[in-house]
């Protein structure tokens, strides 16, 4: 093994060691921050030794610094002559670093049974790469008594995210005034919904208030609220210092590879076939089928207010698409009123709101 590989690798299995000793202290003070922020940089450096051991590279021709969590993670993925990832394990090490910049950066609150699942999931995956990639045994690398320890484990580990939105609700009841914890607990299961649909992007206020209100209105749907999560599982076996817990996609639903340079996006992505077979107009087919010019289809849908309702538009990627109902609705405006007139209305509008 070429020696910075093997640097990295011992560097990796320290942050590893280190976050499993945050799990299981005894005391809370910055444990959940401390726990994902080791656990990501472990993933980073094994990710980068494995790179290198497979004849990879982790710094780009003319760059000072080495490549970034994403673009470990894409060339673990697509490059054939080094890969060593499925596209289900990168969704496991998103959903981490994802957390981990909220982490770092904001704030996020896990309840103790999401907590144990990253981090079990995370021991999970760091053991078969480490067997996949170096042919070692992480068991034999750690002592038998270092595991996440958990008091309760979730038997079925979707059920949490179930308690977590009956949590949230519990916040937001009137008169409770917890609205700054709801979000923090919201933010975290935004965070790994966004995750597993590719969305790079940490979850913003207004999207946590929209799902604040969903709950408080008795939306309780795991699909509605988080169809990222809903399109998973989290497949578990053995038990003990054996236990395994791993990310696999649900029969029917695809995991595809995000093109590089898509903004805001990750590496892999959960795309629910029936989503993207409601939302199957884009802004060109708009323009088309209404037989208008661009800028007087702008002007509709920002005046008719399409993309605030989701049964008209949903963002994919950043990248806008449209229902057949949006289509409707369109044509009946236009029906209503003049393309012009519309446009003429847009430009009013827009002045006054720069005014």
Known sequence: MKREARLLKGKSLASLML???HFNRPWDIGRTDAVLMLLDHAFEMLLKAAIL????RIRDPGEKNTIGFDQCVRRSLSTNSIRFLSE??????QAINGLRDAAQHHLVDISEAHLYLQAQSGITLYR?????VFGDDLHEALPKRVLPIATVAPRDPLALFSDEIAE???LLRPGTRRGAEAAA??????????????EKLQPGESTLRKLGAQISAG???LDVLFPGIAAVEFVTDGSGPAISLRIAKKE???VTLVADGDADSSVVAVRRVSELDFYNLRFSGLVDKLEVTTNQTTALITLLKIKENEEYAKSFFNTWCYSQKALIRLREALQAQKPEDWWREYKAHMAKKAA
Do not use: K, W
């Open 53 to 56: 051991h497979r004849g990879g």
């Open 19 to 21: 976050s499993v000793e």
């Open 168 to 170: 949230v609700a519990r």
């Open 219 to 221: 939306v309780t749907d």
């Open 88 to 93: 289900e394990q990168a969704l496991t090490l």
């Open 128 to 132: 078969d790469l480490a067997r996949h």
């Open 252 to 254: 029917g639903i695809p």
């Open 185 to 198: 607990r919201l933010r975290a299961l935004a965070i790994v919904d966004g995750a597993m649909r590719g």
